[in-house]
């Protein structure tokens, strides 16, 4: 079965300062990773996703993340942080392949406090 | 706006109550799907759907039951509302396989049973 790891409940920066959060999977073949952002009282929005190719990608609000295969990680990065990214951040992975459906299961998520 | 419409947005509930949620899609997607959000816990899958007319359990299935009479609409049911059950629902949808395209969340329904 998949499964996310988030270590980090709750990880406090900076205005500024870089970030990562890491996000450890266990998936038998090629994962589908995922980064969502949820701000206090909202949905969830997706920030990057990974299904194949470069193992570095892009996503919105200039976050990005890298797929580490060998570390089983898709940790989530941005170089300066502002104050409107405090949020909480989960990770999930989906089933890589067509013979499943596309169930994703989620991390207990990391909550990113910034300061001023 | 296009995008999932849970409804209503808040409610509670005494126990033994029961209660339908509602969701709704306008992208054309099959797949849709019920999670439950918990502090500490992150979202735990209840129900989904892979098209009109199908259900399947997901994780955390007792205690609720779901229709999916058509493709836009995915109904959560509480029978006999719980203390347990009071969390806060979420509602997503996503295109076909192969491979999520990932999910497009609906914006939650808090739920508290007393």
């Known amino acids: 079965a998949q499964s996310v790891t988030q270590p980090d409940i709750h990880i406090t920066v900076s205005e500024g300062a870089s970030l990562e959060l890491r996000c450890n999977y266990s998936?038998?073949?090629?994962?589908?990773l995922f980064w969502y952002v949820q701000s206090p009282g909202q949905g969830l929005q997706l920030l990057l996703k990974y299904f194949s190719g470069d193992t570095l990608v892009q996503g919105i609000k200039g976050f990005e993340a890298e797929f580490k295969r060998s570390q089983s990680s898709f940790n989530l990065r941005k170089p300066s942080v502002h104050w409107s990214d405090a949020a909480e951040y989960f990770c999930a992975v989906g089933a890589g392949n067509t013979g499943t459906a596309s169930k994703l299961t989620f991390g207990t998520g990391t909550r990113l406090q910034v300061t001023l | 706006n296009a995008g999932v419409t849970q409804t209503p947005k808040f409610r509670v509930l005494k126990t033994g109550q029961s209660m339908t949620l509602l969701c709704a899609q306008d992208?054309?997607?099959?797949?849709m799907y019920w999670y439950r959000q918990d502090p500490g816990m992150g979202l735990r899958l209840i129900h989904y759907?892979?098209?009109?007319?199908?259900?399947a359990k997901g994780e955390v299935p007792d205690g609720y039951n779901v229709s999916r009479l058509k493709k836009q609409n995915f109904l959560l049911g509480l029978e006999s509302a719980a203390p347990s059950q009071t969390s806060v629902y979420f509602c997503a949808s996503s295109q076909t396989r192969p491979g999520p395209g990932g999910y497009t969340f609906g914006s939650g329904t808090r739920l508290t049973v007393v």
């Open positions: 759907s892979v098209g009109e007319g199908t259900t």
């Open positions: 992208m054309n997607h099959e797949y």
């Open positions: 998936y038998g073949a090629t994962p589908y």
